[in-house]
């Protein structure tokens, strides 16, 4: 799938696409001023924008001032702050926008032209203060490297995310790439963490928008950490079109092309937030194959994936497959219990645990060294229809316990 | 409530009522010499009875074998195992009933008249070998004390789970108890861990299902440890009528009698479960008022009680209180996040955190003081309506990881 449209995998990550620049500094959000807390990504020319928020009724205000400003128009700069979600706040909404403007006086363009995002503790109150002193070395400090920005964006994660493929479109080359952050409190059904990504190809708003929300259902909202769906969450996507390739105005084959360049980024996005969860020891995918309807196939995914008892099992490399079974079981899905089978898969080789719904006679000590891996496959066949899909997570560790027992102090 | 109907607890568990013995023994399921395996619950006298089962579609054995000798009619006993649920075998259903023929020669009663249940780890094969060696002995250990029994069915539980209370109908003196295990997968919308209740009261088999399909709804079915539901559940009740009131076939005075002592027992039984949680160090309890509907108020109380990060963060005593927030966003209730109060309250005292969807100026140093005790209340106010629910949990400790990443060595 990758090289039909001649996709490669290419160095960098929001900046790998034509006439973008990034930053990230630390303005004073938080204590420690070894960690980053700003972050900025600017577009040398307007842009197309398209989004997704989270479903969360609870809202960071920063998402109802980015709401606003896609509506109103293109876009050329996101700007985003860790340490302070910026929700339940009485003031919240004020500030979101006092902070667009600012990023709009510094760069020359419409307040209405950045796009805003917070993550971090809820319910406290963000000042304007570290954030109006942080701009103007935000701005100076602007390169074609997004390290520095996906590093001020992270919270509880221990590595920053960036990625970027290239593909063809018409003869032009064209970029797709991004940063994301996210750890904890992440959760299907939602956009499920911050996701800044930029391309240069040409296309329009409604195509833009179209092929975000047709990939998250895929992707992003296949992933599953702990459960908790953030208020904060958004997967923002900027293109200005400096790649020259002729506007994609509709679906065919330059938005196909897109398409699967934008899913091949999400996914590997997917992948390393999954493997970064909060005391995230494994990287685990659940691929089920056999499900009635498409529907079906990721409830079951997602249910395995969530299921605590699953993760700890994995976190001990203990093969209890009946765990999954039980977690297929309440998934909500049309199954039935009797034909399914169950296969651990990993770089150490694969083990079938479970036939028609009963154990195998499998070798523990196998089982054991396939599952002490970093990245493990669960295997699950429904045989019972033709549909097939995805998630990831990881496993419960100790340390997602004690990152959580005191996130705030 | 407590005194309405003369309602007290009463030493015991599920012998309290009249004509009730129970037995437990070590039979050999499990290798540990020390934890019993096997337990049993006998009626001197025919019983009504009623059930609720997990909703899980993966399902034990044994729930298919108690519902159909329900569904012939009386009972005389329960048997019930840990170790093994008895779930994902091939020939489980025929262990199953093995097991209840073993029981009724024993006793010299059908086997219909047997109900079975199991617990333990999904898809190892239920030996029917100790469990026959076990019987005789079970039979002839049968006394008016059902801690043994209570032993018996414990898998990760840390402490035996029993509970009575006595009550009045029309002059003549009653009984309710009953005993419980469950300390992992258990999550709300299902019968959520075995709970055996007996009592001597006289109930018509229907008003005793009507009773306690009324029940659960408010009590087992807003219990959550770790958002699992199991394959094996089930809350069974037997009635013998021993306290020879006039039996009740209708709504009215008794039957609300018999109601409000099922539920002071069910309540009771589920604080336990709770506190009991795997790895758990303090009990929680989500107290949801002003809610716009009952189903509202049940969404929004769990889905506080469910939450990882709230539970770890009560693990940790840190007043996190935008964590409940969140939680209340995702809940799937109707509610306006501006009107949200949140008040923790313990031994220790109480502290508002948020009053209207804000935080307020509390004291860090009474919060931790109030979070640092053994129960934990959440009372959240939705300020939206009249309806209002409660929900039982526990705190997502380092513990519970250690239990789960190596259950079944």
């Excluded at 700069?77 to 979600?85: F, L, Q, T, Y």
């Excluded at 221990?158 to 970027?164: D, F, H, S, Y």
């Excluded at 699967?260 to 995918?285: F, P, S």
């Amino acid at each position: 799938m990758e090289n039909k449209y001649g996709i490669k995998v290419i160095a960098g990550g929001a900046c790998a696409a034509k006439g973008f620049s990034a930053s990230g500094v630390h303005c004073g959000i938080r204590r420690n001023r070894s960690k980053k807390d700003l972050a900025l990504i600017v577009s040398d020319t307007p842009c197309n924008a398209a989004a997704v928020y989270t479903r969360n009724l609870v809202k960071g205000a920063p998402l109802e001032v980015t709401r606003e400003h896609i509506a109103a128009g293109k876009l050329r700069a996101i700007v985003c702050n860790s340490g302070i979600a910026n929700t339940c706040n009485a003031n919240g909404k004020q500030v979101a926008e006092e902070t667009c403007a600012l990023v709009g006086e510094a760069l020359g363009i419409p307040a209405e032209s950045v796009a805003v995002a917070s993550t971090g503790v809820i319910g406290q109150p963000l000042e304007l203060a570290p954030i109006k002193a942080g701009i103007p070395v935000l701005v100076a400090s602007l390169c074609c490297d997004s390290t520095s920005a996906a590093e001020a964006i992270m919270t509880t994660d221990t590595v920053m995310k960036q990625v970027a493929v290239s593909f063809e479109v018409g003869g032009k080359r064209c970029v797709v790439g991004g940063i994301a952050k996210g750890s904890g409190m992440i959760h299907p059904d939602m956009a499920t963490m911050l996701v800044f990504l930029t391309t240069d190809a040409a296309i329009s708003s409604e195509m833009l928008q179209k092929a975000l929300s047709g990939d998250i259902g895929g992707t992003f909202n296949m992933l599953s950490i702990d459960g908790d769906t953030s208020t904060n969450d958004m997967v923002l996507v900027l293109a200005n079109g400096q790649a020259g390739n002729e506007e994609i105005k509709q679906e065919g084959d330059a938005f196909d092309a897109f398409m699967c360049a934008l899913n091949t980024v999400n996914i590997r996005l997917c992948k390393m937030l999954a493997g970064d969860g909060e005391g995230a020891t494994k990287l685990l995918e659940c691929e089920v194959t056999g499900a009635k309807t498409l529907a079906d196939a990721r409830k079951a995914a997602k249910s395995v994936i969530c299921s605590s008892l699953v993760k700890a099992a994995m976190f001990g490399a203990d093969a209890n497959w009946g765990r999954v079974l039980c977690a297929l079981g309440y998934c909500g899905a049309e199954l039935d219990p009797a034909k399914v089978g169950v296969v651990f898969r990993s770089a150490a080789g694969e083990v079938e645990v479970c036939r028609d719904g009963a154990g195998t006679d499998f070798s523990e000590e196998l089982a054991k060294k396939v599952l002490s891996e970093k990245e493990i496959v669960i295997e699950v066949t429904l045989a019972d229809g033709e549909a097939s899909a995805s998630a990831w997570g990881c496993d419960l560790s100790y340390d997602y316990v004690r990152i959580n027992g005191d996130y705030r102090t």
